[in-house]
């Protein structure tokens, strides 16, 4: 495992995914502009992300809106 910022690595591989998704779903990133950090392998992570996107176009049917959205919890003290 490593550090791993999500909002670049979503980022990065939102550039992947439309082409996996097809041409009848409309993918939507909505990432903050800070960072959030997490420790995780890097491969793990990006299949959990295909894994969620591509079960979301199957119950879709191959057509609608699919947005993924990230944002950061500020811990409680």
Known sequence: AQTV???EH???LGALL???LGPGV???LELPLDTCL???ATSQLSQVW???A?????AMGGNGNLAI???KVDDAK
């Open 50 to 52: 295909i894994n969620l």
């Open 10 to 12: 979503l980022g990065d």
């Open 38 to 40: 997490v420790d995780a």
């Open 18 to 20: 439309p082409p996996l």
């Open 69 to 71: 959205r990230l944002s």
């Open 5 to 7: 910022n999500l909002v």
């Open 26 to 28: 409309d993918l939507k």
């Open 54 to 58: 591509v079960n979301a176009r199957d």
